[in-house]
Protein backbone atom coordinates (compact mmCIF):
# COMPACT_ATOMS: atom_id res chain seq x y z
CA UNK A 1 0.00 0.00 0.00
CA UNK A 2 1.16 3.66 -0.65
CA UNK A 3 2.46 5.33 2.38
CA UNK A 4 1.14 8.79 3.36
CA UNK A 5 3.14 11.79 4.40
CA UNK A 6 2.55 14.88 6.02
CA UNK A 7 4.43 17.71 4.61
CA UNK A 8 3.25 20.71 5.92
CA UNK A 9 1.17 21.51 9.01
CA UNK A 10 -0.11 25.15 9.60
CA UNK A 11 -3.00 26.84 12.43
CA UNK A 12 -4.03 30.14 12.41
CA UNK A 13 -3.80 31.54 16.14
CA UNK A 14 -6.71 30.92 18.40
CA UNK A 15 -8.94 33.78 18.94
CA UNK A 16 -10.94 34.59 22.12
CA UNK A 17 -14.28 33.80 20.60
CA UNK A 18 -15.73 36.44 21.49
CA UNK A 19 -17.53 40.20 20.41
CA UNK A 20 -14.49 41.89 21.21
CA UNK A 21 -11.88 38.83 20.02
CA UNK A 22 -9.51 39.71 17.11
CA UNK A 23 -11.43 37.75 15.04
CA UNK A 24 -14.99 38.07 15.39
CA UNK A 25 -15.25 40.09 12.37
CA UNK A 26 -13.34 36.99 10.09
CA UNK A 27 -15.90 35.14 8.85
CA UNK A 28 -15.24 31.48 8.28
CA UNK A 29 -14.75 31.47 4.69
CA UNK A 30 -12.59 34.43 5.14
CA UNK A 31 -10.34 32.58 7.73
CA UNK A 32 -10.31 28.86 5.57
CA UNK A 33 -9.42 30.87 2.77
CA UNK A 34 -6.25 32.70 4.25
CA UNK A 35 -5.48 29.33 5.95
CA UNK A 36 -5.37 27.39 2.31
CA UNK A 37 -3.76 30.06 1.00
CA UNK A 38 -0.40 30.00 3.63
CA UNK A 39 -0.12 26.64 2.88
CA UNK A 40 -0.37 27.08 -1.11
CA UNK A 41 2.25 29.64 -1.19
CA UNK A 42 4.77 28.07 1.93
CA UNK A 43 4.62 25.52 -0.37
CA UNK A 44 4.99 26.67 -3.71
CA UNK A 45 1.56 24.69 -4.72
CA UNK A 46 0.36 25.19 -8.26
CA UNK A 47 -2.54 23.70 -10.88
CA UNK A 48 -4.57 21.11 -9.66
CA UNK A 49 -1.72 20.21 -6.77
CA UNK A 50 -3.84 18.45 -5.01
CA UNK A 51 -6.79 15.70 -5.46
CA UNK A 52 -9.67 17.51 -3.15
CA UNK A 53 -9.80 19.94 0.13
CA UNK A 54 -11.19 17.64 3.18
CA UNK A 55 -12.68 20.64 5.49
CA UNK A 56 -14.69 19.60 9.32
CA UNK A 57 -16.52 21.99 11.17
CA UNK A 58 -19.10 21.10 13.52
CA UNK A 59 -21.79 23.60 13.40
CA UNK A 60 -22.31 23.73 9.74
CA UNK A 61 -25.19 25.98 9.55
CA UNK A 62 -25.02 30.20 8.51
CA UNK A 63 -22.07 31.01 7.36
CA UNK A 64 -20.28 27.34 8.09
CA UNK A 65 -23.15 25.76 5.98
CA UNK A 66 -23.42 24.95 2.15
CA UNK A 67 -20.40 22.77 1.89
CA UNK A 68 -18.43 25.76 3.47
CA UNK A 69 -14.66 23.37 2.36
CA UNK A 70 -15.94 23.95 -1.73
CA UNK A 71 -16.79 27.73 -0.80
CA UNK A 72 -13.27 28.27 1.07
CA UNK A 73 -11.70 26.93 -1.83
CA UNK A 74 -13.31 29.20 -4.68
CA UNK A 75 -12.76 31.96 -1.97
CA UNK A 76 -9.10 31.01 -2.06
CA UNK A 77 -6.13 31.04 -4.73
CA UNK A 78 -6.01 27.15 -5.03
CA UNK A 79 -7.11 26.38 -8.84
CA UNK A 80 -10.89 26.10 -8.98
CA UNK A 81 -10.45 22.25 -10.49
CA UNK A 82 -9.92 21.21 -6.93
CA UNK A 83 -12.72 20.32 -5.21
CA UNK A 84 -14.19 20.25 -1.46
CA UNK A 85 -15.75 18.18 0.88
CA UNK A 86 -17.04 19.02 4.38
CA UNK A 87 -17.02 16.49 7.01
CA UNK A 88 -18.59 16.55 11.15
CA UNK A 89 -17.27 13.94 13.55
CA UNK A 90 -18.24 16.76 16.34
CA UNK A 91 -14.46 17.60 18.08
CA UNK A 92 -12.52 14.87 15.43
CA UNK A 93 -13.68 16.80 12.72
CA UNK A 94 -10.11 18.26 11.70
CA UNK A 95 -8.72 14.63 12.68
CA UNK A 96 -11.28 12.90 10.52
CA UNK A 97 -10.00 15.32 7.49
CA UNK A 98 -6.55 14.09 7.82
CA UNK A 99 -7.24 10.78 8.45
CA UNK A 100 -9.26 10.57 5.23
CA UNK A 101 -7.10 12.14 3.35
CA UNK A 102 -4.55 9.98 4.32
CA UNK A 103 -6.69 6.55 3.52
CA UNK A 104 -7.08 8.04 0.10
CA UNK A 105 -3.62 8.69 -0.71
CA UNK A 106 -2.65 5.01 1.23
CA UNK A 107 -5.49 4.21 -1.69
CA UNK A 108 -4.14 5.36 -4.57
CA UNK A 109 -7.27 7.90 -5.01
CA UNK A 110 -4.57 10.55 -6.32
CA UNK A 111 -1.58 12.08 -4.72
CA UNK A 112 -2.46 14.81 -2.57
CA UNK A 113 -4.87 16.24 -0.46
CA UNK A 114 -5.61 19.23 2.07
CA UNK A 115 -7.03 18.38 5.08
CA UNK A 116 -8.10 20.36 8.24
CA UNK A 117 -11.21 22.71 9.70
CA UNK A 118 -12.39 25.90 11.15
CA UNK A 119 -14.62 26.92 13.60
CA UNK A 120 -15.90 30.35 14.53
CA UNK A 121 -17.22 29.47 17.46
CA UNK A 122 -17.78 33.75 18.23
CA UNK A 123 -19.33 34.11 15.24
CA UNK A 124 -21.84 30.64 14.72
CA UNK A 125 -22.89 29.64 18.15
CA UNK A 126 -21.94 25.88 19.71
CA UNK A 127 -25.46 23.75 19.39
CA UNK A 128 -27.13 26.56 16.82
CA UNK A 129 -27.61 23.28 14.25
CA UNK A 130 -29.92 22.02 16.94
CA UNK A 131 -28.58 18.56 16.78
CA UNK A 132 -30.80 15.60 17.25
CA UNK A 133 -28.95 14.00 19.74
CA UNK A 134 -29.57 16.81 22.12
CA UNK A 135 -32.84 17.87 21.34
CA UNK A 136 -35.16 14.93 19.77
CA UNK A 137 -36.97 12.56 22.73
CA UNK A 138 -36.92 10.10 20.46
CA UNK A 139 -33.43 9.73 20.76
CA UNK A 140 -31.82 11.98 23.87
CA UNK A 141 -34.01 10.18 26.59
CA UNK A 142 -33.45 7.09 25.24
CA UNK A 143 -29.46 7.66 25.27
CA UNK A 144 -29.75 9.28 28.56
CA UNK A 145 -28.51 12.08 26.97
CA UNK A 146 -26.73 15.04 29.16
CA UNK A 147 -24.27 17.97 28.11
CA UNK A 148 -20.93 16.99 27.72
CA UNK A 149 -20.10 19.13 31.26
CA UNK A 150 -21.73 17.31 32.96
CA UNK A 151 -20.41 13.79 31.19
CA UNK A 152 -16.69 15.37 32.52
CA UNK A 153 -18.18 14.86 35.70
CA UNK A 154 -18.67 12.08 35.61
CA UNK A 155 -15.72 10.95 34.48
CA UNK A 156 -14.37 12.86 37.91
CA UNK A 157 -16.92 10.75 39.78
CA UNK A 158 -16.65 7.73 38.23
CA UNK A 159 -12.53 7.63 38.07
CA UNK A 160 -12.16 9.55 41.52
CA UNK A 161 -10.54 12.62 40.02
CA UNK A 162 -10.82 15.72 42.74
CA UNK A 163 -11.14 19.20 41.75
CA UNK A 164 -7.75 19.97 42.77
CA UNK A 165 -5.92 17.55 40.31
CA UNK A 166 -8.49 19.19 37.61
CA UNK A 167 -7.48 22.66 38.28
CA UNK A 168 -3.42 21.28 38.64
CA UNK A 169 -4.24 20.38 35.18
CA UNK A 170 -5.20 23.38 33.50
CA UNK A 171 -2.34 25.43 35.41
CA UNK A 172 -0.12 23.39 33.91
CA UNK A 173 -1.54 23.71 30.62
CA UNK A 174 -0.91 27.45 31.07
CA UNK A 175 2.08 27.45 32.18
CA UNK A 176 3.05 25.03 29.31
CA UNK A 177 1.33 27.04 26.74
CA UNK A 178 3.17 30.34 27.63
CA UNK A 179 6.54 28.48 27.45
CA UNK A 180 6.31 27.20 24.07
CA UNK A 181 4.86 30.95 22.89
CA UNK A 182 8.05 32.21 24.79
CA UNK A 183 10.31 30.19 23.51
CA UNK A 184 8.87 30.05 20.20
CA UNK A 185 8.02 26.00 19.75
CA UNK A 186 5.38 27.56 17.12
CA UNK A 187 6.64 30.00 15.33
CA UNK A 188 6.89 27.20 12.16
CA UNK A 189 3.19 26.05 12.21
CA UNK A 190 1.06 29.59 13.21
CA UNK A 191 0.57 31.69 10.35
CA UNK A 192 -0.82 35.17 10.90
CA UNK A 193 -4.54 36.40 10.28
CA UNK A 194 -4.28 40.15 8.43
CA UNK A 195 -7.11 42.09 6.84
CA UNK A 196 -7.69 43.00 3.03
CA UNK A 197 -5.15 45.95 3.46
CA UNK A 198 -2.49 43.48 4.66
CA UNK A 199 -2.74 44.63 8.18
CA UNK A 200 -1.91 42.32 11.11
CA UNK A 201 -5.53 41.24 13.02
CA UNK A 202 -4.22 38.06 15.04
CA UNK A 203 -0.46 36.37 15.16
CA UNK A 204 -1.02 35.22 18.56
CA UNK A 205 -3.09 32.90 20.37
CA UNK A 206 -5.32 35.19 22.47
CA UNK A 207 -7.25 33.29 24.57
CA UNK A 208 -4.55 32.50 26.94
CA UNK A 209 -4.55 33.57 30.36
CA UNK A 210 -0.81 32.73 31.96
CA UNK A 211 -1.54 34.59 35.36
CA UNK A 212 -3.59 31.75 36.03
CA UNK A 213 -2.73 29.82 39.47
CA UNK A 214 -4.57 27.45 41.85
CA UNK A 215 -6.20 30.76 43.90
CA UNK A 216 -7.65 32.60 40.71
CA UNK A 217 -9.06 28.54 39.40
CA UNK A 218 -11.00 28.44 43.29
CA UNK A 219 -12.72 30.98 43.04
CA UNK A 220 -14.37 30.24 40.42
CA UNK A 221 -17.91 27.94 40.57
CA UNK A 222 -18.55 24.81 39.34
CA UNK A 223 -20.11 25.50 35.96
CA UNK A 224 -22.66 22.25 35.57
CA UNK A 225 -23.59 22.01 39.07
CA UNK A 226 -26.84 24.10 38.80
CA UNK A 227 -28.10 22.07 35.51
CA UNK A 228 -27.29 18.59 36.77
CA UNK A 229 -28.65 19.47 40.55
CA UNK A 230 -31.63 21.80 40.05
CA UNK A 231 -33.16 22.21 36.46
CA UNK A 232 -33.19 20.45 34.47
CA UNK A 233 -31.57 18.00 36.34
CA UNK A 234 -29.51 16.05 34.26
CA UNK A 235 -27.68 14.33 37.40
CA UNK A 236 -30.66 12.20 38.23
CA UNK A 237 -30.41 11.63 34.26
CA UNK A 238 -26.96 10.17 34.70
CA UNK A 239 -27.97 8.10 37.35
CA UNK A 240 -30.48 6.29 35.90
CA UNK A 241 -28.11 5.61 33.73
CA UNK A 242 -25.35 4.83 36.24
CA UNK A 243 -27.26 3.60 39.45
CA UNK A 244 -23.97 3.26 41.50
CA UNK A 245 -23.25 6.58 41.66
CA UNK A 246 -24.63 8.35 44.57
CA UNK A 247 -23.59 11.63 43.97
CA UNK A 248 -22.11 13.37 40.96
CA UNK A 249 -18.56 15.71 41.94
CA UNK A 250 -19.00 18.47 39.56
CA UNK A 251 -15.54 20.06 39.72
CA UNK A 252 -15.14 21.61 36.31
CA UNK A 253 -15.41 24.81 35.67
CA UNK A 254 -14.25 27.83 32.77
CA UNK A 255 -10.67 27.19 34.34
CA UNK A 256 -10.23 23.77 33.64
CA UNK A 257 -12.31 22.69 30.54
CA UNK A 258 -11.53 24.42 27.14
CA UNK A 259 -11.90 27.47 25.83
CA UNK A 260 -14.53 28.88 23.17
CA UNK A 261 -12.38 29.97 20.56
CA UNK A 262 -11.87 30.59 16.85
CA UNK A 263 -9.11 29.16 14.74
CA UNK A 264 -8.50 27.12 11.91
CA UNK A 265 -5.90 24.62 10.46
CA UNK A 266 -4.61 22.90 7.55
CA UNK A 267 -2.57 19.60 6.98
CA UNK A 268 -0.56 18.81 3.64
CA UNK A 269 -0.80 15.00 3.00
CA UNK A 270 0.77 13.27 0.09
CA UNK A 271 2.65 10.59 -1.62
CA UNK A 272 6.28 9.83 -2.30
CA UNK A 273 5.49 11.07 -6.06
CA UNK A 274 3.60 14.23 -4.70
CA UNK A 275 6.56 15.40 -2.90
CA UNK A 276 9.10 14.33 -5.73
CA UNK A 277 6.79 16.96 -8.22
CA UNK A 278 6.80 19.41 -5.93
CA UNK A 279 10.21 19.53 -4.31
CA UNK A 280 9.09 19.19 -0.81
CA UNK A 281 10.55 16.56 1.69
CA UNK A 282 7.85 14.89 3.83
CA UNK A 283 7.93 15.67 7.73
CA UNK A 284 6.47 12.43 9.00
CA UNK A 285 4.54 9.37 7.81
CA UNK A 286 1.00 8.77 9.06
CA UNK A 287 1.31 5.44 10.47
CA UNK A 288 -2.06 4.91 11.78
CA UNK A 289 -5.75 5.86 12.61
CA UNK A 290 -8.45 4.76 14.17
CA UNK A 291 -12.10 5.82 15.21
CA UNK A 292 -14.60 4.26 17.81
CA UNK A 293 -17.88 4.20 19.41
CA UNK A 294 -18.28 4.80 22.80
CA UNK A 295 -20.80 5.40 25.98
CA UNK A 296 -23.07 8.32 24.63
CA UNK A 297 -23.54 9.36 28.06
CA UNK A 298 -19.93 9.52 29.50
CA UNK A 299 -19.59 10.40 25.90
CA UNK A 300 -15.97 11.71 26.63
CA UNK A 301 -13.99 8.32 27.44
CA UNK A 302 -12.96 7.66 23.65
CA UNK A 303 -9.23 8.18 23.62
CA UNK A 304 -9.51 5.36 25.85
CA UNK A 305 -10.52 2.82 23.83
CA UNK A 306 -9.26 4.20 20.46
CA UNK A 307 -5.91 4.37 21.74
CA UNK A 308 -6.35 0.85 23.07
CA UNK A 309 -8.09 -0.05 19.16
CA UNK A 310 -4.92 1.53 17.25
CA UNK A 311 -2.36 0.02 19.14
CA UNK A 312 -3.46 -3.10 18.89
CA UNK A 313 -4.05 -3.41 14.99
CA UNK A 314 -0.79 -2.11 14.39
CA UNK A 315 1.30 -4.32 16.63
CA UNK A 316 2.33 -1.28 19.20
CA UNK A 317 2.12 -1.02 22.87
CA UNK A 318 1.82 2.18 24.74
CA UNK A 319 5.62 2.45 25.25
CA UNK A 320 6.51 2.80 21.87
CA UNK A 321 4.67 6.29 21.59
CA UNK A 322 7.05 8.56 22.85
CA UNK A 323 4.95 11.75 22.80
CA UNK A 324 0.99 12.47 22.75
CA UNK A 325 -1.62 14.74 22.34
CA UNK A 326 -4.94 14.46 24.08
CA UNK A 327 -7.25 17.22 23.54
CA UNK A 328 -8.36 18.87 27.09
CA UNK A 329 -11.30 19.47 26.56
CA UNK A 330 -11.93 18.74 30.14
CA UNK A 331 -9.63 17.80 32.62
CA UNK A 332 -11.00 14.37 33.45
CA UNK A 333 -10.37 13.52 29.69
CA UNK A 334 -6.68 13.83 30.19
CA UNK A 335 -6.30 12.42 33.61
CA UNK A 336 -8.46 9.43 32.91
CA UNK A 337 -6.20 8.56 29.80
CA UNK A 338 -2.76 9.16 31.71
CA UNK A 339 -4.89 6.52 34.48
CA UNK A 340 -5.93 4.44 31.71
CA UNK A 341 -2.13 3.85 30.36
CA UNK A 342 0.35 4.69 32.88
CA UNK A 343 1.78 7.33 30.95
CA UNK A 344 2.99 10.42 32.84
CA UNK A 345 1.90 14.00 32.53
CA UNK A 346 5.55 14.90 30.62
CA UNK A 347 4.59 13.36 27.76
CA UNK A 348 1.36 14.77 27.29
CA UNK A 349 0.84 18.01 25.95
CA UNK A 350 3.91 19.15 26.64
CA UNK A 351 3.08 22.81 25.19
CA UNK A 352 -0.46 23.13 26.81
CA UNK A 353 -3.19 22.61 25.23
CA UNK A 354 -7.08 23.46 24.84
CA UNK A 355 -7.82 24.34 28.35
CA UNK A 356 -5.21 27.52 27.83
CA UNK A 357 -5.17 27.65 24.47
CA UNK A 358 -9.07 26.95 23.27
CA UNK A 359 -10.72 24.33 21.22
CA UNK A 360 -12.01 25.53 17.89
CA UNK A 361 -14.08 22.45 17.88
CA UNK A 362 -13.74 21.67 13.98
CA UNK A 363 -10.22 22.57 13.67
CA UNK A 364 -9.20 21.34 16.53
CA UNK A 365 -7.70 17.66 15.67
CA UNK A 366 -5.78 18.81 12.98
CA UNK A 367 -4.34 21.62 14.91
CA UNK A 368 -3.32 18.77 17.89
CA UNK A 369 -1.18 16.54 14.88
CA UNK A 370 0.58 19.09 13.61
CA UNK A 371 1.60 20.45 17.28
CA UNK A 372 2.18 16.76 17.62
CA UNK A 373 4.52 16.77 14.47
CA UNK A 374 6.20 20.26 15.60
CA UNK A 375 7.41 19.07 18.66
CA UNK A 376 8.28 15.78 17.57
CA UNK A 377 11.44 17.69 15.76
CA UNK A 378 12.05 19.65 18.34
CA UNK A 379 12.62 16.98 20.33
CA UNK A 380 14.19 14.84 18.51
CA UNK A 381 10.93 11.95 19.10
CA UNK A 382 9.71 9.55 16.63
CA UNK A 383 6.47 8.29 17.36
CA UNK A 384 3.22 10.32 18.37
CA UNK A 385 -0.32 9.55 18.69
CA UNK A 386 -3.08 12.42 18.87
CA UNK A 387 -7.11 11.37 20.03
CA UNK A 388 -9.61 13.36 21.08
CA UNK A 389 -12.88 12.66 22.59
CA UNK A 390 -15.90 13.05 20.24
CA UNK A 391 -19.69 14.52 21.52
CA UNK A 392 -22.45 11.81 21.69
CA UNK A 393 -19.84 9.15 22.65
CA UNK A 394 -16.84 8.73 19.92
CA UNK A 395 -12.96 8.74 19.85
CA UNK A 396 -10.61 9.25 16.97
CA UNK A 397 -6.59 8.68 16.85
CA UNK A 398 -3.70 9.40 14.42
CA UNK A 399 -0.64 8.03 15.20
CA UNK A 400 2.80 9.84 12.96
CA UNK A 401 6.14 9.04 12.58
CA UNK A 402 9.28 11.21 11.61
CA UNK A 403 11.27 10.28 8.68
Same mark, same amino acid.
Given at each position: ??????????????????????????????????????????????????????????????????????????????????????????????????????? /??? =????? %??? *?? $??? &?? #????????????????????????????????????????????????????????????????????????????????????????????? /??? =????? %??? *?? $??? &?? #???????????????????????????????????????????????????????????????????????????????????????????????????????????????????????????????????????????????????????????????????????????
Amino acid at each position: MTEAYIYDAIRTPRGKGRKDGALHEVTSLRLSAQTLNALKDRNNLSGHAVEDVIWGNVTQVMEQGGCLARSAVLASDLDERIPGLAINRFCASGMEAVNLAAN /QVK =GGAGM %AYI *AG $GVE &MM #GRVAMGSDGAAIAVDPSIAMEQYFVPQGISADIIATEYGFTRDEADQLAVASQQRAEKAWKEGRFKNSVITITDQNGLTILDHDEYMRPQTDM /QSL =GSLSP %AFQ *AM $GEV &MP #GFDKVAMLKYPHLEKINHIHHAGNSSGIVDGAAAVLIGNKEFGEKYGLKPRARIRANAKIGTDPTIMLTGPVPVTEKILAENGMTINDIDLFEVNEAFAAVVMRFMQAFDVDHDKVNVNGGSIAMGHPLGATGAMIIGTLLDELERADKEVGLATLCIASGMGAATIIERV
